[in-house]
């Protein structure tokens, strides 16, 4: 078996023996290479044989995550020894590599699963024994298969026999000389030299250096497609059986929006709720009939580049000598007891459940839509089957499973229905402090009694047949509440007021330090004004708590992370007033051992203090006084001291320029020993002085650090 190079006719050659300019002539064809393995017939029937063997596995299973991930599920069946081919984009092989698995599940094994190298085509391609990855002519190809034994045919023999050397020799073409290659092979009859344009056919009759030459061209063939890469999964086994592959890769994150019908302001109906999941198909494969799961959970999803080649850089070392040893080297509120006693007690006695199919309306509702001038959107959505998801929870996830089979076109995008159900809901008007606007929202709290998981969307709301605005609302889990706005009430004005009040409400002693607690009042007055005189409201004041303050009024029905949140109710045209009242005490502290006489005073007019206390506060301030008379005459003493020192130098230096037997000499030595005198008396009651003042400096720290007054 070999490999056979042809010269092609047709469109891709020249035609041989053609005439120009009237002669018979050779022209210089091009070449065309068509490789067969084995004998001429061969290839087309290995392409047959992969066919007959191959396994169709269609995606049949897709759960999409709210992490940009999607699992993919192939399942099918595969005969005997059957091969899958998939495709994917060449970003998606990492995640592929990463998170596949595969199940025979009939007996049968997993031989292997291949893929196409991230190696670059120039060295996988020097990697073959027969290097191509310059586009060789013939005469070049032929000269790097030197040694190798080939079959050639010109336009009038073939010829058998191992290449020996390519050489050039000069051929005279018209008034010039051109290097023309020859072709020198050895035959069992010696040495023949072909000339390399008459060759019309080239087999390589080794058959190791055939099938090389063949993986090369296949290497060149992959290359052109460099963004799809193939995975090739070998099922062995025998008979009919079922198969799975299963895989994570990128996903587009699929999104929620919503759709909220209010029954009509005097009508007593629950509102109705639509949600539909958004989902494309940004793949290059058709899902057709697939079983459709949305998850809510965001799985830990991350990237790791599995697909390059590694290696590893290895340290060089030394041939070791015998004596040598080397060493070795990851806002949702919470109602108050009161407000839910509330609620239940309010709360309608029957409630429609939410998880029918949705479907479209029955013939009675058709009928309404045609002829009626005006639909009511309520009435119809009542006569629907509802619903179009099965919920539940998957290991730590809550997900929406379609309960019909989604087709969804490559490269196409999908709004599908999951929920169609009444939701419990109530109007509001929500007002939240230091607002831009006078004017509340217009809202609905709801109350996720379907028991399904609600994603974070957009929600366009309908009042009655009215579209009335847009909302947007977080996740939602079962039995849980939210609160949406979707539009202006401009019939409620609400208007703020704020005051605080500060209140001194005992003065005491504690362990020498005069504690004055003060009791400190705010006070936030909404003024709510309904001017629709047709309809009531039920106010939500959104107020924001305050950082050290305690609530002292009213008791809140609900409080999230940063608010408190207040009810009031008003009929129509009707007028009222919420005052929410904040708390907080004070201490402040004052040293006793530093307290002074306007101090004293202070605390004596403001009443809040026992006469012990202000007993205490006097003896303690006598005490002090007593310590800055011993202060003051210890620096009184130093002071006269300094003064002495100071003119004792001046009467020095005098004494350096008068004679020694004169009358003023005598009197300078006469005042220097006076001073001298002076100053002896000076250290012996300036000691006294300081020890008098660490003695007083006692006897307040005595009275202070004992002193605990009521």
Known sequence: MGSTIRRCSGPLATRLGQKRDGRSKVRKPAFALALIAGAAAAWPSIAMAAQDGAADLPITQITLYRSGVGHFVRQGFVEGDADLQIRFHAEQINDVLKSMYLLDLGGGRIETVGYTSNAPLERRLGSFLIDISDSPSLHQLLDRLRGVPVKLETTDRTVEGKVLAIEHR?????DRLVATPYVNLLTSAGIRSIQVESITSMQITDEKLARELERALLAIAEHRTDDVKSVDIAFRGEGRRSAVVGYVQEAPVWKTSYRLILPESDGNGQPHMQAWAIVENTTDEDWT???????????????????????VERPMVAVPAAANLRPRVYDAGVATAEARQLRREAAPRSRAAGQAQFQQAEPEADARFRDAPAFDLMMVLSETEQGRAAAGSVGEVFQYTLDMPVTIERQRSAML???????????????????????????????????LQLMPGPISVYDGSAYAGDAQIGHVGAGDSRMLAYAADLDVRILTESDSARTLRQTRIVNGTVVR????????????????????????????KMSGWQLASPTPVEETQRTHRFEKELGPGETAELVIRHERTDQERISVATIDSPTIFMLEREGRISGRALEALREALSLREAVGEAERLVALLENERREIVRDQERVRANLASVARESDLHRRYMDRLGEQETRLDEIATELAEARSQVERRKRALERFVSDLNVG
């Open 417 to 451: 229905p999951i929920i169609s159900a009444p939701i419990e809901g109530r109007r509001v008007s929500i007002y939240s402090q230091g607002a831009e606007t006078p004017h509340p929202m217009r809202g609905v709290e709801l109350t996720n009694d379907a028991g």
């Open 170 to 174: 000069q051929r005279p073409v018209g």
């Open 517 to 544: 607690t003060i009791g400190r009042t705010h006070a936030f007055t909404y003024k709510i004004a309904n001017a629709d005189a047709s309809r009531g409201r039920t106010i939500v004041i959104e107020h924001n």
């Open 289 to 311: 009939d697939v079983r459709l799961s949305l998850a809510s959970g965001q799985p830990v999803a991350f990237r790791m580049d599995l697909y390059e080649p590694l290696f």
